[in-house]
């Protein structure tokens, strides 16, 4: 995705030896919706295509396939699909025109629950693949280009995808930078009311420590110093350790951290009734683990809370933050809230904000309740109207938004290890993330700090950012 195109059209592709004379090489666009999952699978697209003579470009105009890595999780991510899809068939008959091919493709959770019906409302699609099927890309695209009709292609399970996915290669890792997702358990059996994960990336499924620790291990050597661990439900993973046993998140972190090179490391997104102690005591124990915890609560009522069979009340989320806070005292929250839900009363929206107030959020992300097809939730008479959901949105937002502005401006004068991921609009700028997920804007700062983790002395807070400056003799961390 931060990939750069291939410079000219007569570099070899990636086969390994070099006997062939130059072939044409061939350019895959991908855009991603949704989660970060959606990223990195979208990440792995490209790696899978590689060996084939596929480079990744920026736009679709300079594409021979290109693939929407699609979100289902509420109905205005799925319907920008079908509004792009308009638009990539007017482009296909453009190129037709020219005697140029175009293959559509369609990944990622949308294409999950609407298998058949995608190719039935866009019949410009070629290529229809779930979730844990993309490792076949390669597969599917050499039948496409020998005239095979459309495919549609989502069946389960996640094992073989894992099994199947070449480890990163370093060039395209480092082209990347030095922050990346790690995915270690997909899936979901929590079946919240309102949720559609739970159909569209199947039953929960953890990876073995032992292939997670060599894509990690692959990953540092690429330069990487930051990973972020993924899963729907990343906690409750649960992947083979070495021994045969059962690994817990806890203990995968503390493998992690032993890797040479993984300075930080993230995980996201967890589940409160999957906060062991031993993930406890890991944010306690072990310095990597960034002190920055995303745990959705989605309301702060009782009642909402068990209609949306989130398992757990609103005084046990905060007595588990309590006990987080303990551990590691600066830890910083971060949550998912939804307001809106059927049957939500103004009551029950209050305690949500009283739970907000109660916890204080450094950043947080807040959606009204959209009904999805095939969730028990989307059926309940009581839905609320879109005005009440929109100025409850607006109310929770307010709150969050004053914490959040709260919070980064309490960082002004702190000094802190920033590890600079991105460059800046000006010269000589470089921007990197804090440890707790914050943009740091540094003016003035060499291009060699790039990629390293930095002692940086913030010097104003904004709602968005930080801006610090580099202190005297600056000293790499790591
Ligand atoms: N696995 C994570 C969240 C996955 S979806 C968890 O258990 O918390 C990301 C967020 O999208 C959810 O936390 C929820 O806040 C929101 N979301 C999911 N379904 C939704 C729906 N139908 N309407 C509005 N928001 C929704
Ligand atoms: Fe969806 Fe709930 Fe599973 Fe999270 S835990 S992915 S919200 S069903
Ligand atoms: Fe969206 Fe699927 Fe992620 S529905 S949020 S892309 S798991």
């Known amino acids: ?84 899809l308009g638009r990539l068939r007017d482009l296909k008959k453009e190129k037709s025109g020219r005697g140029e091919s175009l293959v559509i493709g369609v990944a990622g959770c949308v294409a999950q629950a609407e298998g058949e019906e995608m190719r039935r409302r866009a019949p410009a699609v070629d290529l229809v693949l779930g979730p844990q099927t993309y490792h076949r890309l390669p597969e599917y695209i050499a039948r496409l280009a020998n005239g095979g009709p459309g495919i549609v292609e989502t069946e389960f399970p996640a094992e073989d995808k894992f099994e199947s996915l070449p480890v990163p290669d370093r060039r395209k890792t480092l082209a990347r930078g030095a922050t990346a997702f790690l995915t270690i358990q997909e899936g979901c059996d929590k079946f919240c009311t309102f949720c559609v994960v739970p159909y569209t990336r199947g039953s929960e499924f953890s990876r073995p420590v032992a292939r997670i620790l060599d894509e990690a291990k692959a990953l540092a050597d690429a330069g990487v110093r930051e990973i972020t661990l993924l ?55 072990v310095p990597e683990l960034m002190p920055y915890l995303h745990l959705p609560v989605q309301s702060g009522s009782d009642r909402i809370l068990e209609a949306m069979n989130r398992r757990h009340d609103a005084e046990s989320y905060v007595r588990l933050v309590e006990r987080i806070r303990a551990a ?46 095939g969730t028990p939730a989307a059926t309940e008479e009581d839905q609320l109207p879109e005005e009440v959901k929109s100025e409850r949105l607006q109310r929770l937002q307010a709150l969050l938004g004053e914490q959040q502005v709260a919070f980064n401006e309490a960082c002004a004068g702190r000094i802190m290890p920033v ?36 002692e940086v002395e913030i010097e104003e807070g904004y709602r968005n950012s930080l801006r610090g400056r580099l202190r005297a003799a600056e000293a790499v961390v790591a």
């Open 231 to 285: 899963g729907q439900n990343v906690n409750a993973y649960h992947g083979e350790d070495v021994k045969g046993g059962a690994a817990t998140l806890g203990a995968l972190i503390r493998d992690l951290a032993a890797v040479d090179g993984i300075e930080h490391i993230r995980y996201t997104t967890s589940h409160p009734r999957d906060m062991d102690e031993e993930l406890i005591a890991a944010h306690a124990e």
């Open 328 to 373: 590691r005292p600066d830890i910083a929250m971060s949550s998912d809230f939804i307001v809106g839900f059927p049957g939500e009363t103004d009551r029950d929206f209050e305690a949500t904000l009283d739970l907000v107030r109660t916890v204080g959020y450094a950043q947080a992300y807040s959606f009204k309740y959209s009904p999805r097809p």
């Open 1 to 84: 995705m931060h990939d750069k195109p291939a410079p000219s059209r007569t570099v070899a592709p990636e086969t390994g030896h070099q006997a062939e004379p130059a072939a044409p090489r061939k350019k895959i666009f991908v855009k991603t919706y949704g989660c970060q999952m959606n990223v990195y699978d979208s990440a792995r697209m490209v790696d899978v295509m590689a060996p084939t003579g596929y480079a990744e470009v920026d736009t679709p105009e300079e594409a021979d396939i290109v693939i929407l890595n699609t979100c289902h999780i509420r109905e205005k991510a799925a319907e920008k699909v079908y509004s792009e």
């Open 419 to 454: 590890l600079f991921d991105r460059r800046g609009k000006g010269e000589r700028q470089l921007v990197g993330r804090s440890p707790w997920l914050q943009s740091v804007h540094v003016e003035d700062a060499p291009e060699n700090l790039f990629g390293n983790i930095v």
